[in-house]
Protein backbone atom coordinates (compact mmCIF):
# COMPACT_ATOMS: atom_id res chain seq x y z
CA UNK A 1 0.00 0.00 0.00
CA UNK A 2 2.82 2.31 -0.85
CA UNK A 3 1.66 6.06 -1.77
CA UNK A 4 2.95 9.58 -2.08
CA UNK A 5 3.76 11.83 0.87
CA UNK A 6 0.72 13.78 2.21
CA UNK A 7 1.30 17.10 1.19
CA UNK A 8 -2.48 18.49 0.03
CA UNK A 9 -2.65 21.27 2.74
CA UNK A 10 1.48 22.08 1.86
CA UNK A 11 0.30 25.07 0.03
CA UNK A 12 -1.35 27.93 1.74
CA UNK A 13 -4.47 28.67 -0.33
CA UNK A 14 -7.33 31.40 -0.10
CA UNK A 15 -10.34 29.34 -0.24
CA UNK A 16 -10.09 25.62 1.45
CA UNK A 17 -12.60 23.64 -0.05
CA UNK A 18 -14.52 20.37 1.79
CA UNK A 19 -12.58 17.26 2.04
CA UNK A 20 -13.69 14.88 -0.15
CA UNK A 21 -11.92 11.03 -0.54
CA UNK A 22 -11.19 11.88 -4.22
CA UNK A 23 -8.03 11.15 -6.23
CA UNK A 24 -5.48 13.56 -4.44
CA UNK A 25 -6.64 12.08 -1.35
CA UNK A 26 -6.60 8.25 -2.39
CA UNK A 27 -2.85 8.89 -3.53
CA UNK A 28 -1.64 9.83 -0.36
CA UNK A 29 -4.14 8.25 2.21
CA UNK A 30 -1.49 5.83 3.69
CA UNK A 31 1.11 8.55 4.62
CA UNK A 32 -2.30 11.02 6.00
CA UNK A 33 -3.46 8.07 8.31
CA UNK A 34 -0.56 6.70 9.22
CA UNK A 35 0.52 10.63 10.64
CA UNK A 36 -2.38 11.84 11.33
CA UNK A 37 -4.40 8.76 13.27
CA UNK A 38 -2.77 7.76 16.40
CA UNK A 39 -3.06 3.90 16.91
CA UNK A 40 -4.37 2.84 13.64
CA UNK A 41 -1.54 -0.04 13.07
CA UNK A 42 -2.83 -1.56 16.25
CA UNK A 43 -6.71 -0.79 15.40
CA UNK A 44 -6.35 -2.49 11.46
CA UNK A 45 -4.21 -5.60 13.23
CA UNK A 46 -6.89 -5.92 15.90
CA UNK A 47 -9.94 -6.15 13.52
CA UNK A 48 -7.79 -8.69 11.72
CA UNK A 49 -7.53 -10.76 15.56
CA UNK A 50 -11.47 -10.41 15.87
CA UNK A 51 -12.21 -12.10 12.46
CA UNK A 52 -10.50 -15.02 13.78
CA UNK A 53 -12.79 -15.06 16.90
CA UNK A 54 -15.88 -14.08 15.71
CA UNK A 55 -16.15 -14.90 11.53
CA UNK A 56 -17.67 -17.97 11.30
CA UNK A 57 -17.91 -20.66 8.29
CA UNK A 58 -20.03 -19.48 5.49
CA UNK A 59 -21.04 -15.82 6.21
CA UNK A 60 -20.63 -12.95 5.24
CA UNK A 61 -18.39 -9.97 6.07
CA UNK A 62 -18.54 -6.25 5.60
CA UNK A 63 -15.99 -3.25 5.24
CA UNK A 64 -18.49 -0.35 5.22
CA UNK A 65 -16.29 2.70 4.03
CA UNK A 66 -13.01 0.34 2.87
CA UNK A 67 -11.07 3.04 1.61
CA UNK A 68 -7.64 1.61 0.72
CA UNK A 69 -8.86 -1.69 2.41
CA UNK A 70 -6.28 -2.31 5.12
CA UNK A 71 -9.49 -3.54 7.27
CA UNK A 72 -10.10 -6.19 3.97
CA UNK A 73 -6.74 -7.41 3.69
CA UNK A 74 -6.52 -7.62 7.87
CA UNK A 75 -9.52 -9.63 7.97
CA UNK A 76 -8.71 -12.15 4.86
CA UNK A 77 -5.65 -12.61 6.32
CA UNK A 78 -7.62 -14.31 8.88
CA UNK A 79 -10.71 -16.27 7.80
CA UNK A 80 -8.91 -18.54 4.64
CA UNK A 81 -10.74 -21.62 4.25
CA UNK A 82 -13.84 -20.35 5.85
CA UNK A 83 -15.70 -19.98 2.88
CA UNK A 84 -17.12 -16.50 3.53
CA UNK A 85 -17.70 -13.27 1.55
CA UNK A 86 -16.09 -10.04 2.33
CA UNK A 87 -18.07 -7.39 1.05
CA UNK A 88 -15.74 -3.90 0.63
CA UNK A 89 -17.35 -0.83 0.15
CA UNK A 90 -16.54 2.98 -0.53
CA UNK A 91 -18.36 5.88 -2.43
CA UNK A 92 -14.42 6.78 -3.92
CA UNK A 93 -13.90 5.62 -6.98
CA UNK A 94 -10.41 6.13 -6.81
CA UNK A 95 -10.25 4.50 -3.32
CA UNK A 96 -11.81 1.13 -4.84
CA UNK A 97 -9.33 1.51 -7.87
CA UNK A 98 -6.65 1.43 -5.46
CA UNK A 99 -8.43 -1.13 -2.66
CA UNK A 100 -8.49 -3.39 -6.02
CA UNK A 101 -4.75 -3.25 -6.45
CA UNK A 102 -3.95 -3.68 -3.09
CA UNK A 103 -6.34 -7.10 -2.75
CA UNK A 104 -4.75 -8.28 -6.14
CA UNK A 105 -1.07 -7.96 -4.93
CA UNK A 106 -1.89 -11.66 -2.58
CA UNK A 107 -3.22 -14.41 -3.25
CA UNK A 108 -6.47 -15.83 -1.28
CA UNK A 109 -9.38 -17.97 -1.36
CA UNK A 110 -11.95 -15.70 0.17
CA UNK A 111 -13.34 -14.17 -2.56
CA UNK A 112 -14.14 -9.83 -1.95
CA UNK A 113 -17.07 -8.40 -3.87
CA UNK A 114 -15.46 -4.23 -3.93
CA UNK A 115 -18.73 -1.98 -4.46
CA UNK A 116 -18.54 1.37 -5.65
CA UNK A 117 -21.58 2.91 -3.58
CA UNK A 118 -23.10 4.44 -1.01
CA UNK A 119 -23.05 2.18 2.53
CA UNK A 120 -26.72 3.71 3.65
CA UNK A 121 -27.97 1.68 0.43
CA UNK A 122 -26.08 -1.62 0.93
CA UNK A 123 -28.22 -4.76 1.86
CA UNK A 124 -26.87 -6.64 5.16
CA UNK A 125 -27.46 -10.34 5.39
CA UNK A 126 -26.17 -13.25 6.98
CA UNK A 127 -23.24 -11.12 8.96
CA UNK A 128 -20.74 -12.28 11.16
CA UNK A 129 -18.81 -9.29 10.86
CA UNK A 130 -18.89 -5.61 10.55
CA UNK A 131 -16.66 -3.23 10.49
CA UNK A 132 -17.15 1.09 10.19
CA UNK A 133 -13.55 2.38 10.28
CA UNK A 134 -13.40 6.10 11.11
CA UNK A 135 -16.37 5.67 8.55
CA UNK A 136 -19.43 6.63 10.53
CA UNK A 137 -18.29 10.29 11.82
CA UNK A 138 -18.67 11.28 8.04
CA UNK A 139 -22.56 10.85 7.63
CA UNK A 140 -25.13 13.04 8.48
CA UNK A 141 -25.67 12.39 11.98
CA UNK A 142 -29.49 11.74 11.54
CA UNK A 143 -28.57 8.62 9.12
CA UNK A 144 -26.13 6.86 11.81
CA UNK A 145 -29.12 5.25 13.68
CA UNK A 146 -30.57 3.86 10.91
CA UNK A 147 -27.59 2.38 9.70
CA UNK A 148 -26.76 0.83 12.98
CA UNK A 149 -29.91 -0.44 12.76
CA UNK A 150 -29.69 -2.01 9.34
CA UNK A 151 -26.13 -3.70 10.69
CA UNK A 152 -27.77 -4.97 13.91
CA UNK A 153 -30.67 -6.40 12.13
CA UNK A 154 -28.27 -7.92 9.16
CA UNK A 155 -25.60 -9.65 11.81
CA UNK A 156 -26.40 -13.12 13.08
CA UNK A 157 -26.33 -14.05 16.65
CA UNK A 158 -22.89 -13.93 18.53
CA UNK A 159 -22.26 -11.28 15.38
CA UNK A 160 -19.28 -8.81 16.13
CA UNK A 161 -19.35 -4.68 14.90
CA UNK A 162 -16.17 -2.71 15.29
CA UNK A 163 -16.66 0.91 15.29
CA UNK A 164 -13.61 2.94 14.98
CA UNK A 165 -14.22 6.96 15.39
CA UNK A 166 -12.76 10.04 16.81
CA UNK A 167 -14.54 11.04 19.68
CA UNK A 168 -15.72 14.47 20.85
CA UNK A 169 -15.75 15.22 24.70
CA UNK A 170 -18.73 17.39 26.38
CA UNK A 171 -16.14 18.36 29.19
CA UNK A 172 -14.33 21.48 27.76
CA UNK A 173 -10.94 20.59 29.67
CA UNK A 174 -10.88 17.02 28.19
CA UNK A 175 -11.32 18.42 24.76
CA UNK A 176 -8.49 20.46 24.88
CA UNK A 177 -6.51 18.43 26.62
CA UNK A 178 -6.74 15.32 24.09
CA UNK A 179 -6.58 17.86 21.19
CA UNK A 180 -3.71 19.30 22.16
CA UNK A 181 -1.95 15.87 22.30
CA UNK A 182 -3.60 14.84 19.00
CA UNK A 183 -2.39 17.83 17.48
CA UNK A 184 1.50 17.54 18.85
CA UNK A 185 1.34 13.74 17.28
CA UNK A 186 0.52 15.41 13.76
CA UNK A 187 3.57 17.80 14.69
CA UNK A 188 6.21 14.94 15.25
CA UNK A 189 4.85 13.48 12.34
CA UNK A 190 6.03 16.11 10.32
CA UNK A 191 2.73 18.19 9.43
CA UNK A 192 3.00 21.94 9.90
CA UNK A 193 0.84 24.57 11.58
CA UNK A 194 -0.48 25.77 7.62
CA UNK A 195 -1.29 22.16 7.13
CA UNK A 196 -3.00 21.35 9.84
CA UNK A 197 -5.27 24.31 10.21
CA UNK A 198 -5.88 24.09 6.50
CA UNK A 199 -6.74 20.59 6.94
CA UNK A 200 -8.77 21.27 9.94
CA UNK A 201 -10.79 23.96 8.06
CA UNK A 202 -11.61 21.26 5.19
CA UNK A 203 -12.75 18.74 7.61
CA UNK A 204 -15.32 21.32 9.50
CA UNK A 205 -18.47 20.60 7.30
CA UNK A 206 -17.98 16.74 6.64
CA UNK A 207 -17.17 15.30 9.82
CA UNK A 208 -19.16 15.70 12.80
CA UNK A 209 -17.60 13.19 15.85
CA UNK A 210 -20.16 11.74 18.37
CA UNK A 211 -19.19 11.64 22.14
CA UNK A 212 -18.76 8.06 23.48
CA UNK A 213 -21.76 8.38 25.06
CA UNK A 214 -24.15 9.31 21.86
CA UNK A 215 -22.25 5.76 20.75
CA UNK A 216 -22.89 3.60 23.16
CA UNK A 217 -26.81 5.02 23.69
CA UNK A 218 -27.21 4.19 19.94
CA UNK A 219 -25.57 0.43 20.87
CA UNK A 220 -28.32 0.22 23.34
CA UNK A 221 -30.95 1.50 21.20
CA UNK A 222 -30.25 -0.87 18.55
CA UNK A 223 -30.40 -3.76 20.66
CA UNK A 224 -26.67 -4.47 21.33
CA UNK A 225 -26.28 -6.18 24.31
CA UNK A 226 -22.54 -6.50 24.84
CA UNK A 227 -20.68 -3.48 24.01
CA UNK A 228 -17.39 -1.57 24.90
CA UNK A 229 -14.56 0.72 24.22
CA UNK A 230 -11.42 -1.68 22.97
CA UNK A 231 -9.03 1.24 22.54
CA UNK A 232 -8.54 4.62 22.79
CA UNK A 233 -5.34 6.94 22.20
CA UNK A 234 -6.23 11.03 22.56
CA UNK A 235 -9.24 11.74 20.66
CA UNK A 236 -9.11 8.19 18.83
CA UNK A 237 -11.14 5.41 19.71
CA UNK A 238 -12.61 1.86 18.70
CA UNK A 239 -15.16 -0.08 19.94
CA UNK A 240 -16.94 -3.46 19.96
CA UNK A 241 -20.52 -4.64 19.91
CA UNK A 242 -21.82 -7.58 19.86
CA UNK A 243 -25.32 -9.12 18.96
Known sequence: M????DKIYATASDQITDFKFDDRVAGVFSDMIRRSVPGYTQIIATIGDFADQY???NSNVYDLGCSLGSATLAIRRQIEQRQCNIIAVDNSDAMIERCQANLNAYVSDTQVDLVCGDIRDISITNASMVVL???LQFLPPEDRDLLLKKI????????ILVLS??????????QQLLDTHHLNFKRANGYSELEISQKRS???NVMKPDTIE???QRFQNQGFNHYSLWFQCFNFASMVAIK
Do not use: M, W
Open 214 to 216: QHY
Open 55 to 57: VKP
Open 165 to 174: EKLRFDDEHI
Open 152 to 159: YQGLNPGG
Open 202 to 204: ALE
Open 2 to 5: NSSQ
Open 133 to 135: NFT
